[in-house]
């Protein structure tokens, strides 16, 4: 049986101290300054019978072991089960190394303590339930994404080729324009969350070596300007893999760059929001129901003789071996490795040779009423996440990237065997091989169904 809804919303401050290592990049760097606090962002909806908790971290990733951790204090303090909960990551690249991603090595005593907060933070926000009423709305916005992977006239497909490139063909795909939303409000109207779901990785900052919750942060204060402080805004990332805010084709050209576009994309989604929620039907009764299943995927192989050349790549001074065209390891199509980054590649493979050749991820579906929250563990292309919106029977679907753990990119089949470039190149920030994506559809019909 259904009651009135309650809903509360909390925040912990996540930020790091100054001199962590910062990830997002292909060599470590530091933290010498803050631009803005990181936070971990926490709703609680309860129906009576259900309570869901939903955690949006200020982070490049949260790994599995962080969220189990972080889901078993939440079952212990406050007896909301892990299929009930989920914490994802914005994506930030200026926040903390919460794993060995290319070269830069996890902080283990920040992803140690991090779990702590994250449910700290659910904790406050059950302080805060109260009767409210919970709104659904979806807009699309296709003026502010890009497609970043680029077919070149030498057949390959490169990352970020460079705006107006001579060598330019196509984008090798489309974007998803739609901001999915949700608003939840106390009975007396206060503010007490606002949702966006939207496909954009992350826009950048004024400086790589200070701490920064990107634009994802600059999105919560501005609806913080709006709506009160009572609100607390949670910008999770849709399926962005490969989508960014540049136009390389040259016909879209910003004027500003760092924190003061990242605030101009923040204020769009904004925007779109504070006119959206005046056209809300807004319930007070909801259904509220989650599960988790284990996505069992492989990983991508590494051979006797990539190791082999990984040896000899780390044998010389860094950015010295060019002994290849191609490659210069098997797992490369297309783009080869460029000849500075192959001493990162070649520990990359050294760590994937140590991995089981078949791994798991934990793939979740929440429901709420008619609408649907996929959460998926790692940066899935956009392709994947249209293909499951496509097949879902739900009236509001938000595709929830980085969420429950981290496999790295999860490339279509067809960017893993024809396409090649950065995104699918073997590294503990892209584990998946071919048939990842065919199974984790196929895995979330059945959890949607």
């Known amino acids: 049986?259904?009651?009135?809804?309650?809903?509360?919303?909390?925040?912990?401050?996540?930020?790091?101290?100054?001199?962590?290592?910062?990830?997002?990049?292909?060599?470590?760097r530091y933290a010498e300054n803050i631009d803005d606090e990181l936070f971990a962002k926490a709703i609680v909806i309860d129906n009576g019978s259900t309570r869901l908790a939903l955690v949006t971290c200020?982070?490049?990733?949260?790994?599995?072991?962080?969220?189990?951790r972080a889901k078993e204090r939440i079952a212990d303090r406050c007896d909301i089960p892990a299929a009930h909960v989920m914490v994802n990551a914005t994506h930030t690249h200026t926040a903390v190394a919460i794993a060995d991603l290319l070269g830069v090595d996890e902080d283990t005593g920040y992803t140690d303590w991090v779990p702590l907060k994250i449910a700290d933070a659910v904790e406050l926000a059950i302080w805060r339930l109260c009767?409210?009423?919970?709104?659904?709305?979806?807009?699309n916005e296709d003026r502010i994404t890009f497609n970043r992977r680029w077919h070149m006239k030498d057949g390959t497909v490169r990352m970020n080729p460079g705006i107006e490139h001579p060598d330019l063909v196509a984008p090798t795909g489309t974007i998803d324009p739609e901001l999915a939303m949700m608003f939840v409000e106390a009975d007396d109207g206060t503010p007490i969350s606002a949702v966006a779901n939207f496909s954009l990785h992350y826009i950048g900052t004024d400086n790589g070596n200070a701490v920064s919750a990107d634009y994802f942060g600059h999105f919560d204060r501005l609806m913080q300007h709006y709506l009160g402080d009572t609100c607390v805004s949670l910008l999770w990332n849709a399926a962005s893999g490969q989508i960014n805010n540049i136009d390389f084709s040259g016909q879209t050209k910003w004027t500003a760059r760092g924190h003061r576009q990242a605030e101009k994309m923040a204020n769009v989604l904004a925007g779109h929001f504070i006119t959206e929620m005046q056209f809300m039907e807004m319930h007070d009764t909801l259904y509220l129901n989650g599960e988790i299943a284990t996505l069992t995927f492989p990983r991508k192989q590494i051979t006797a003789e990539d190791l082999q050349v990984a040896e000899q790549a780390l044998s010389v001074p860094t950015g010295t071996y060019d002994k290849y065209e191609r490659g210069p390891f098997s797992w490369v199509v297309g783009q080869p490795i460029p000849t500075a980054l192959v001493d990162i590649y070649a520990r990359e493979c050294q760590r994937l040779a140590k991995l089981p050749t078949q791994m798991t991820a934990p793939i979740q579906v929440l429901r709420l009423g008619e609408a649907a929250i996929v959460a998926l563990p790692g940066e899935v292309f956009v392709e994947t996440g249209l293909n499951i919106k496509s097949a879902s029977d739900a009236s509001q679907l938000f595709l929830v990237s980085l969420a429950n753990g981290y496999i790295g990119y999860i490339c279509t089949d067809e960017a893993l065997t024809h396409e090649g470039g950065y995104e699918t190149w073997a590294a503990m920030s892209s584990l998946p091989d071919v048939g990842t994506v065919p199974a984790m559809e196929s895995l979330v019909a059945s959890l949607l169904d």
């Open 1 to 28: 049986m259904q009651t009135t809804l309650k809903a509360g919303s909390a925040t912990a401050n996540i930020t790091p101290p100054l001199g962590t290592a910062i990830p997002g990049g292909f060599r470590p």
């Open 58 to 68: 200020d982070l490049i990733a949260v790994t599995q072991q962080m969220a189990d």
């Open 131 to 139: 009767p409210a009423r919970v709104g659904f709305a979806s807009v």
